[in-house]
């Protein structure tokens, strides 16, 4: 056996389970050992039965003594009882309702039992154990997999548990023994002082301490960054000998566009809009990330960019994360380049393909636009904006090869990506390669600070009292509700059932909607939003509250990026210390886009050191550079890349 050996030819693995792992595209070994567990379950406190008492979970070595099944007939229930013994005592043991139970053990049987002990009427049992056979002769010599050590806990799709998952990975992970080799260049490794690949998978798998297990993921982690790059590398060298249209800087027309906004541009904004009006003009093809916080105006440098394009009657493709914000980019640049005769289209939903890409100027939508169907005859521009909501590989996709496709001409367009997810410059590098940047790193003058407050439960009704004094004031505030998460068997089966997850979110919405409008703002109008609602609608509410017909819209974190409404001023994150920095930093963009005083309060219902830690970093920080640098600090860029998005 080696790592591509098909799984047809793993010993104990039968033509339902192939098929099973197949559907989560698990084909070789080598796929097998790379799904990796989400977390593990702790049984390794491994103690004698004479110690057994309540509180935390315990771990038992013995020999089962008796084995019988209990009726109950008041609570129609059968309990499974049996007695286990070591060197120091005996234990009662009780499994509920699994009757079969009886004819898995039999008396002088050796196994380990996990689980933790109830004491009932003064007597004291172990219930619904966790339990693994131990061969006779080997006694407490054997080697454990599902008890006595942290046990693998993997992301469980339907019919694919995780006992049998570390049954046939364990045995697999012996056979292999220093025969498989490491796919990281040596230097690499010694100098991030990596675990060696063979290693890695062992203790990702079963850890010898939680330690070592996070080592591993960092080893991970890293490697899949460091092909992502390469591949992005070479392919950017290939895009490097491609040519581009050049598109000639008309500075009539962008002046005449600057003096047509109801604002002054802020210095950042001119250099940045300069800088790609310049790469613009040049024969290849230009790919810069425009970087700039949350309310800096990206918009308007984009649609600049745009104008000029559009009147060397050539095309843009302006590509949003989602269909609000496709739709908001609609509105706000078609209201910029009033005047200026540009046709303008919009393309969200994937049915409807009118075929506009050929008669407009600039096509506005969300990835729709890289559908077959959508050509374009003349296109000179692309633009991805908050493109960091497009998982990576998605964005290595969009950056190399399907621009490629969707022209008739031979030329490559102009890329530029805009994203208010600061990036550290080194790691930027490595995600995108040797790509320009422009950053627009000051606010449009006026705006004020955003006031950030970690909400102790005991300050929540005082915050309910101020938030109601700021809807008297004519101001407008969005309610972020928690990210369903936790260890609730509730989320772990909605891990493995997205559906089922986002039916969860929409219930935490639709609970905190509830409780605002009833109990805590009965006086005031409240608005929700959440996925699970029809396009129409989301946009009806959204309208609502542009129009300041809702005062507070309650929602999941859709809002996160993006949408511009000035007159917001009070950002209220429920469950904060769920979210990671970066994230909270994007909420907390969505208010202080105006002259108003803004305001951002974190509630907590886990107050506690590390979370107030965590918290702190983002009142003490309001520039998003330095929130990433510090997000990246805390979760590692793992998590910061949402490489597994
Ligand atoms: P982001 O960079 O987060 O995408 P937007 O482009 O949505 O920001 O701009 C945020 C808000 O600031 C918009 O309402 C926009 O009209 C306004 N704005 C942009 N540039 C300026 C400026 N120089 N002065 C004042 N307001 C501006
Ligand atoms: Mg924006």
Redesign the pocket.
């Known amino acids: 056996m080696n790592l591509s050996t098909p799984i047809e030819e793993i010993p104990r693995v039968g033509p339902q389970y192939q098929k099973r792992l197949k559907r989560l595209g698990i084909k070789t070994v080598r796929d097998l050992l790379f799904h990796f567990p989400h977390r593990y379950d702790d049984f390794s406190n491994l103690i004698p039965i004479a110690k057994a008492e309540p509180g935390g979970t315990f771990c038992f070595q013995g020999e089962i003594l008796e084995v019988k099944n209990i009726y109950t007939f008041r609570r129609r229930m059968v309990l499974t009882q049996a007695t286990l013994g070591d060197e120091t005592g005996k234990l009662k043991v009780i499994w509920f309702n699994q009757p079969y139970l009886v004819n898995t053990f039999k008396k002088g049987d050796y196994v380990c039992l996990a689980g933790k002990i109830t004491k009932k009427n003064g007597s004291k049992y172990l219930s619904n154990p966790i339990y693994e056979k131990i061969p006779a002769d080997l006694r407490f010599n054997a080697e454990l997999t599902h008890t006595g050590r942290l046990v693998p806990v993997y992301p469980e799709t339907e019919g694919l548990s995780s006992k049998w998952l570390r049954f046939i990975t364990r045995p697999i992970l012996t056979t292999l023994k220093n025969q498989i080799p490491d796919s990281l260049p040596e230097k690499i490794r010694e100098k991030y002082n990596f675990l060696p690949l063979e290693t890695a998978i062992w203790q990702i798998h079963f850890p010898d301490s939680l330690k070592l297990a996070d080592e591993a993921k960092k080893r991970f982690a890293f490697e899949e960054l460091f092909e992502l790059s390469l591949f992005i590398l070479k392919e950017r060298m290939k895009l490097n000998k491609e040519k581009a249209v050049p598109v000639p800087l008309n500075l009539k027309l962008i002046k005449k566009f600057v003096e047509s906004?109801?604002?002054?541009?802020?210095d950042a904004?001119k250099k940045s809009a300069w800088q790609i009006l310049k790469d613009l003009e040049k024969p290849k093809p230009m790919n810069r990330l425009l970087e700039?916080?949350?309310?800096?105006?990206?918009?308007?440098?984009?649609a600049m960019a745009a104008l000029n394009v559009a009147k060397t009657n050539q095309q843009t493709a302006f590509m949003a994360p989602t269909e609000i914000l496709a739709k908001q980019h609609f509105k706000?640049i078609s209201g910029l380049l009033k005047g200026f005769n540009v046709k303008i289209g919009l393309l969200t939903g994937k049915e409807k393909v009118t075929p506009p890409a050929g008669g407009v100027d600039i096509l506005i939508g969300t990835h729709a636009l890289i559908q077959d169907k959508v050509k374009f005859e003349k296109l000179a521009l692309v633009i991805i904006?908050?493109q960091h909501r497009f998982g990576i590989e998605q964005r290595a996709k969009l950056i190399t090869n399907n621009y490629k496709l969707k022209t008739s001409q031979k030329m490559i367009p102009h890329f530029l990506s805009?994203t208010?997810t600061p990036i550290p410059r080194t790691l930027s590098l490595t995600i995108y390669g040797d790509l320009d940047l422009s950053v627009?790193n000051e606010l449009?003058?006026?705006?004020k600070k955003i006031i950030t407050k970690i909400i102790q439960p005991k300050d929540k009704n005082g915050t309910y009292e101020f938030i109601r004094q700021q809807v008297k004031e004519g101001r407008q505030v969005f309610v972020i509700c928690p990210r369903i998460e936790g260890r609730s068997t509730k989320y772990e089966e909605a891990k493995s059932d997205l559906r089922l997850l986002s039916w969860l979110e929409v219930k935490a919405v639709k609970d905190e909607y509830q409780k605002l409008s009833k109990e805590v703002f009965p006086d005031l109008k409240i608005g929700m939003l959440h996925g699970k609602m029809k396009t129409q609608e989301k946009e009806k509410i959204m309208k609502d509250f542009k129009a300041r017909e809702i005062d507070i819209l309650v929602s999941t974190s859709v809002v996160e990026v993006?949408v511009?409404i000035?007159n917001a001023a009070v950002m209220m994150i429920e469950g904060s210390e769920k979210f990671g920095l970066a994230q909270l930093h994007q909420f907390r963009?969505r208010v202080g886009?105006?002259d108003f005083q803004s305001f951002c309060f974190l509630f907590t219902d886990r107050p506690g050191i590390v979370t107030n830690r965590r918290l702190r970093a983002l009142i003490s920080c309001d520039d998003g550079f330095a929130v990433a640098a510090k997000d990246l600090a805390i979760r590692g860029p793992g998590d910061f890349c949402d490489v597994r998005q």
Request: no cysteine; charged share 25%; proline share 9%.
């Open positions: 906004l109801p604002f002054k541009l802020t904004q700039g916080d949350v309310g800096s105006g990206k918009t308007v440098v984009a706000t904006d908050e805009m208010a627009i449009p003058k006026g705006r993006g511009d000035p963009g886009r105006s």
